[in-house]
């Protein structure tokens, strides 16, 4: 019988301590059916101690040893009356584990956005931490692979057409592959302008490295995000090689967010990075 306990870490995840007791159940099933099974009698012993230290440490986590998702409340951040800047809408119901709202992204709120970040201007911090928590949320819903089918790709509504005149739209079946923007904002709008905005029925697959060595990297990922979680069939992001922490340090967009912000944001930035199901690092793309 393999081992399937570990050395528990200070900060644990909340299916940890489920995950130790349903171990707990299983060999309690073991012991009942192979009672002079000295091995899986020690395993038992070994289990029932591995469950009382992950309640043990579930019950003294802190605030600091918690997600900083978990810890922000961007509701509680005042707006300036001077700011007249894109305001997020809230959705209907509220954060799991907290009370704060979610939020829609709607078609006038990226036109501001995009619109804002042309004129190098900044998205308030509440309405910047409130898109990060959405887009996370988002991510965690996710698997860590995904398959992308043209076929599965709807034709573009009457609307989408007039909103997106004059751009030579795909009737469906398209996904736009887009790589290595860099930061360099005023390109992916030109991409955009080009090939439409994205959509459920124009999406767009992004291959990673959003963000360094340009001087709009915040403005790039904050825009894919929007869109992303505006149209989640419309917008899918995968991990590049600068979509990590020490690659961020060297290459700027560290500098760059903390600079235009501060440290929390560049965590949160870290956080939604940096969860397994967000930005995922494959996904295989089908023709069909």
């Known amino acids: 019988m393999n081992n399937p306990l570990t050395p528990l870490p200070f900060s644990l995840p909340p299916s940890t301590l489920q995950q130790y007791k349903e171990a707990l159940r299983d060999f309690k099933h073991v012991v009942k059916v192979h009672p002079r099974d000295k091995d899986a009698v020690a395993k038992l012993r070994e289990c029932e101690k591995a469950v009382k230290a992950a309640a043990f440490a579930a019950a003294i986590q802190t605030e600091e040893s918690m997600p900083l998702s978990q810890t922000i409340h961007p509701d509680s951040i005042i707006v300036e009356d001077n700011y007249d800047g894109p305001v997020l809408e809230?959705?209907?119901?509220?954060?799991?584990?907290?009370?704060?709202?979610?939020?829609?992204?709607?078609?006038?709120?990226?036109?501001?956005?995009?619109?804002?970040?042309?004129?190098?201007?900044?998205?308030?911090?509440?309405y910047a931490m409130k898109l990060l928590l959405a887009a996370l949320k988002q991510f965690q819903s996710l698997p860590n692979i995904i398959e992308l089918k043209t076929g599965d790709v709807p034709p573009p509504s009457e609307e989408e057409v007039g909103r997106e005149r004059g751009v030579a739209m795909g009737k469906g079946k398209v996904i736009t592959v887009c790589g290595?923007?860099?930061?360099?904002?005023?390109?992916?709008?030109r991409i955009f302008e080009l090939n439409g905005k994205p959509s459920n029925c124009n999406p767009y697959l992004f291959n990673g490295d959003f963000v360094d060595r340009g001087s709009f990297s915040f403005e790039v990922i904050t825009l894919l995000l929007a869109y992303k979680v505006a149209y989640p069939m419309g917008m899918h992001l995968v991990r590049g090689n600068h979509e990590s922490k020490s690659m961020n340090r060297i290459y700027g967009f560290e500098g760059e967010v903390k600079h235009k912000y501060d440290d929390v944001m560049m965590g949160l930035f870290t956080e939604v990075r940096s969860t397994p199901s967000s930005l995922p690092p494959s996904l295989p793309f089908r023709l069909a």
């Open 90 to 126: 809230d959705g209907e119901g509220g954060r799991e584990g907290g009370g704060e709202e979610e939020v829609r992204v709607t078609p006038a709120f990226l036109e501001e956005l995009t619109e804002r970040f042309k004129n190098q201007k900044l998205l308030h911090t509440k």
């Open 180 to 189: 290595d923007t860099h930061g360099q904002f005023f390109d992916v709008l």
